[in-house]
Each structure stands twice: as structure tokens, then as C-alpha cells.
């Protein structure tokens, strides 16, 4: 008896109302592949010399409202993506935008998705990929969402590959999805961040995902003949006050191109039978890469919101609206006049109240002083003054001078 009563008043009980949320900031972006390469042949002072990043998405959203969305199904990173209208005035064809208020608010491209609005921008990217020799992808596939409503400010990142094949079908990954949620409804942050893959294959061995959290018994030691280093992925959200920040960091395959070659024989025919063959300034086009990094599945996602303010505080009392009877063309009856029929006189008489306006005040009436305690101090002071003026001539003249000259307090104004 006491848990059903227990029971009934935590149902009977009103839910928290959830406050309205005023400015936000949303970022999330997603990619299933990123292939990061280094190289010497390209003179440039940052690590690495070239990246690519297949089906490519990303959405910003903030309170003003501003909002803005990106698909690519083969994006160079934002320094080529977004710098090429400044370098070379055109921008980066392979790519899908669209922005809120400036517009377009959608565009679609084969394989490439991208809408903003006011409240939600989104974009998708999904198509076949394929680099020869390196990579052939099926079902690849990423969204990017970034949506503001009354309670809550959402931002979601999500990837996933149906099959990864890398250098030529030695390595393939299946059953591959990673995601990220942001979430924060102006008074804290929340989220989660998840990842699956289901199996490898190397050399035709397959080993079966059974743990998310660590690689398959006799994984690692399989990839060690191809020169390929395995780190595992990573998913985690931060948290900070009304911030949220979820991501996961993908799994990365680091190829040591250098000794893969060597490993497979390639380097006899290349060093050995066509380097002679070649002038000396095209050499080192034969070693094109030092090392390649390959990165499945990266997803990120933030969110960030404050609670509205009302213009009246909180605790300011609601302003008192005086209740006036009903105009009527009617005139108010004459003192001393009977009731009007069908209108119910009061049971006792109402007492005129007088007005607050009131005429012109004497010289006497002071406002909480009696009039006569005002004449009564009045005479006082004047008693006073005759008082000490009599005891001033008794002390300084109040005899005739024998030799004729004026009496008391003489005058020093006339020196």
C-alpha cells in the first residue's frame, strides 16, 4: 500500500517545465574516410603535405540566427576548400553550400546535400569512392545536423561504410558507423558519442569485432608484414556548464609506404630496373609517398546554449489593474433621491469620501502642528526678547549721566 501510494503521487506530481533557450552555437562535422599523405616532393613546411577527406559534411549554427552547411564528397581541407576564391578567384568545385540569411538555402550536387535555415542546417554526402591502388570504399556515407528548437539546441554527426578496401583489398574494414550528439537546453550539456566496426580482413583472414572498446586477438600482429601500425578509435563528451562536446576519433591505419614496398618485392623493380631507366630530376617521382595515414571515421559535435531572460523580474509583483465599474450613458442618481428601479440600494449609507484636492490653507495651519502651540511659541520668544532687552539697559544705562552724554550700548557702526 505505501509504493502504490508512492507510485500514484509521483504521477499525479506536474514534470519540470523546461526553460526556453535564448543564444546558442552549434558546429558538428562528420567524415568517413580521411587519407592524410606526406611526401617530399611537395615543398611545404607542415605535416602533412596533403589531405583528403571522403564524403565530407559539416553545419554551423548560431543565435542571430546564422547558419551555414558543407558537402563534399571529396573534400582538400579548409585551407583549399575555402582559400581558392582568395588565391586563384574561383571557388572549389566539388562541393555542395548553403547559408542562412545570405543564401542559397539549398543545393544539391550529385552525391552532395547542403540546406540552412534559421533554425537547422544539414548536409549529406554519399557516394563510391575509389583512389586506385589505395582505396575503394562502398556505401560510404555522412550527415551533419545542427537544429534549434524552443528547448533544446541539438547538434548530431554521424558516418558510416558499408566496406573500406585499402591497398588493393590487403586491408578491408565492414560494417563500419561512428556517432556523435551534442545537446543543451540553456541550463547544462549532455551527449554521447558511439563507434561499431564489425570485422577485418588482412591477407583474407578475417577477424570479427567482438569488444568495441580494444582490436581483435591477432590483429595488430597481422598488419606488422605490411608495414601498417593500427590505433584504436576513441569516443568521448565533455562537459562544460551549458557546453557539450562529443566526438570520436577514428581509427587510424598508419602505412610506412617506404617498407611496405620493400616487403612486397617492389622495391628491386623500382630502385633496381627503372630508376636506371629514368633521368635523375624523375627519380624521386618513383617514391612518390614517405607515408600514408589513413583515418576511418571522425565525428564531432558541439552545442552550446543560454536560457532566455524575461524583461520583468522574477520576483517584481504584478502590476495591479484597478477593476472600474462599466461606463454607462446614465447619470449618477442626486443625493437623496430614490433607487432607480430594478437597482438594489446598499444596505448601509455609504459615507462621502472627502477630496484630496482641498481649498487654499491658512497662515496658521501647519501641516501635524496645532495652531495653538504655534501661538503659544510665538508669544514665548517674543516674551523673551523684551525680557533680555530690559536687563541689558538696566546693566548698561539705565541711569541719566551726570555730565549730559547718551545713555547704554553705544553705536560702533559710526566710528
Known amino acids: 500500500m505505501r509504493y502504490a501510494l508512492v507510485l500514484l503521487l509521483l504521477l499525479l506530481s506536474p514534470a519540470p517545465a523546461k526553460a526556453d533557450i535564448g543564444g546558442f552555437t552549434l558546429t558538428a562535422h562528420a567524415a568517413p574516410v580521411s587519407v592524410l599523405l606526406h611526401t617530399d616532393l ?28 558543407v558537402a563534399s564528397s571529396l573534400w582538400p581541407g579548409a585551407a583549399v576548400g575555402t582559400g581558392l576564391p582568395q588565391l586563384l578567384g574561383f571557388a572549389y568545385p566539388v562541393q555542395a553550400n548553403a547559408a542562412h540569411p545570405g543564401g542559397p538555402a539549398d543545393e544539391s550536387k550529385p552525391g552532395m546535400k547542403a540546406a540552412a535555415g534559421a533554425a537547422k542546417a544539414e548536409s549529406y554526402a554519399g557516394a563510391k569512392q575509389e583512389v586506385p591502388f589505395l582505396l575503394t570504399a562502398d556505401g560510404l556515407s555522412s550527415s551533419s545536423v545542427s537544429s534549434a528548437g524552443a528547448s533544446e539546441a541539438r547538434s548530431t554527426a554521424v558516418t558510416s561504410a558499408q566496406t573500406i578496401s585499402l591497398l588493393a583489398g590487403l586491408v578491408v574494414l565492414s560494417g563500419v558507423k561512428f556517432e556523435s550528439v551534442a545537446v543543451s ?38 598488419l606488422e608484414p605490411l608495414g601498417v601500425t593500427l590505433t584504436w578509435p576513441t569516443a568521448a563528451t565533455k562537459l562544460e556548464g551549458t557546453a557539450a562536446t562529443s566526438s570520436s576519433r577514428g581509427l587510424t591505419l598508419t602505412v610506412d609506404v617506404l617498407a611496405l614496398r620493400t616487403r612486397l618485392g617492389l622495391g628491386g623493380i623500382l630502385d633496381g630496373v627503372l630508376a636506371p631507366l629514368l633521368p635523375k630530376e624523375l627519380v624521386p617521382l618513383l617514391n612518390p609517398l614517405r607515408k600514408m595515414v589513413v583515418v576511418v571515421g571522425d565525428t564531432e559535435a558541439v552545442a552550446n546554449a543560454s536560457a532566455s531572460t524575461s524583461s520583468t523580474p522574477p520576483d517584481a509583483p504584478a502590476p495591479v489593474v484597478p477593476v472600474l465599474p462599466p461606463a454607462t450613458d446614465t447619470p449618477p442618481p442626486a443625493l437623496g433621491s430614490p433607487p432607480a428601479a430594478g437597482v438594489t440600494p446598499p444596505s448601509k449609507p455609504v459615507t462621502p469620501v472627502a477630496s484630496a484636492r482641498t481649498g487654499p490653507r491658512s497662515l496658521l495651519d501647519f501641516p501635524g502642528v496645532p495652531a495653538l502651540l504655534v501661538l503659544t511659541g510665538l508669544g514665548v520668544a517674543a516674551a523673551g526678547a523684551f525680557g533680555m532687552k530690559s536687563f541689558g539697559t538696566f546693566l548698561l544705562g539705565g541711569a541719566p549721566c551726570p555730565s549730559g552724554h547718551p545713555t547704554g550700548v553705544p553705536d560702533l557702526r559710526n566710528g
Open 42 to 69: 611537395i615543398p611545404v613546411p607542415a605535416e602533412p603535405q596533403g589531405e583528403v577527406h571522403l564524403s565530407y559534411t559539416q553545419t554551423e549554427l548560431g543565435s542571430g540566427p546564422i547558419g551555414r552547411s
Open 185 to 222: 537546453d540553456g541550463s547544462k550539456g549532455s551527449g554521447t558519442s558511439t563507434f561499431s566496426i564489425a570485422e577485418f580482413t588482412v591477407l583474407g583472414q578475417k577477424f570479427p569485432v567482438k569488444a568495441p572498446d580494444a582490436p581483435p586477438d591477432g590483429l595488430l600482429k597481422a
